[in-house]
C-alpha cells in the first residue's frame, strides 16, 4: 500500500526567509501528487498538483514543487514567506481513483516576524 | 464554479446522541462524494465515499454512517454518538476522473462530551 511521509511535524521559519517542506512516498509506479494548505478550522484548499509532464510544478501564493522520480520526493517550495502563510500542509499522493489518495500527517508552517 | 457547503460548523453532543452532517456540491453533477475525519497530529483518515446516488463504500468500521439520498448530497449520521467521535469531519467532492483533485468543504468541528 502507499505510503507518504512528511519528515517535519513543525517548520518556524522568519517572514521573507525561504522555505521547503518536505514529502516523500513509497511507491515507484506511476502516482499523482498533491500539495494542500489548511488554515485554522478550515477546510483543505489545493495548492497545486502533478499529474504528469514538467517536474517543475507552480501553485498559488507562490509555492512550487518538483517532483523527483527516483527519489521519491516532491517538496513544496517557496522563496520568500508571508505571515499569511503559516497553515499546515500537506502532501498528498494517489493511484488510480481519488478514494485511493493518501495523506501524509502535515506539516505546521509558522511564519514569524 | 463549483462549492461545497457543509454545515454545521461546530457541534457539541452528549455522548448516546444521534448525529447528521450535511453536505451538498453545487455547479456539477454525478460527483464522488467523500467524508473524511480528521485527528490532531493523525492526518486525514478516509471514513466513506460514494460514486453515485445510494452507492457508499466504508473504509473503517465504526460507529458512523453515511448516505446519498441526492446526486449532490451526502449526510454522515450515527444513531449514538461515543467519545472517540469527536473531530473535525471534512466533507469533499471530484470530478470521477482519475488524477482528479478533491475539493475540500469548511469542516464541522465535532465535540462529543
Known amino acids: 500500500a502507499q505510503s507518504v511521509t512528511q519528515l517535519d511535524s513543525q517548520v518556524p521559519v522568519f517572514e521573507e526567509a525561504p522555505v521547503e517542506l518536505r514529502c516523500n512516498y513509497s511507491?515507484?509506479?506511476?502516482?499523482?501528487l498533491f500539495w494542500y494548505v489548511q488554515y485554522p478550522n478550515q477546510g483543505l484548499q489545493l495548492l497545486l498538483k502533478y499529474l504528469s509532464g514538467s517536474t517543475l510544478v507552480k501553485g498559488i501564493n507562490g509555492f512550487e514543487a518538483e517532483f523527483n522520480k527516483s527519489q521519491t520526493s516532491f517538496h513544496l517550495r517557496k522563496p520568500s514567506v508571508h505571515i499569511s502563510d503559516t497553515a499546515e500542509y500537506f502532501c498528498a499522493v494517489g493511484q488510480g481513483g481519488s478514494e485511493k489518495l493518501v495523506f501524509g500527517k502535515g506539516t505546521k508552517l509558522t511564519v514569524n516576524p | 464554479s463549483q462549492t461545497i457547503h457543509q454545515w454545521p460548523a461546530t457541534l457539541v453532543q452528549p455522548v448516546g446522541s444521534p448525529l447528521s452532517l450535511e453536505c451538498t456540491v453545487e455547479?456539477?453533477?454525478?460527483?464522488?462524494l467523500y467524508w473524511y475525519r480528521q485527528a490532531a497530529g493523525r492526518g486525514l483518515q478516509l471514513l466513506f465515499y460514494?460514486?453515485?446516488?445510494?452507492?457508499i463504500s466504508s473504509e473503517v468500521p465504526q460507529n458512523l454512517s453515511a448516505s446519498r439520498p441526492q446526486d449532490r448530497q451526502f449526510i454522515l449520521s450515527s444513531k449514538k454518538l461515543l467519545l472517540s467521535d469527536s473531530g473535525f469531519y471534512l466533507c469533499a467532492w471530484s470530478v470521477n476522473s482519475e488524477g482528479s483533485p478533491l475539493h475540500f468543504g469548511n469542516g464541522t468541528r465535532l465535540t462529543v462530551t
Open positions: 511507491s515507484s509506479v506511476s502516482v499523482y
Open positions: 455547479g456539477t453533477s454525478n460527483p464522488n
Open positions: 460514494s460514486v453515485g446516488i445510494g452507492q
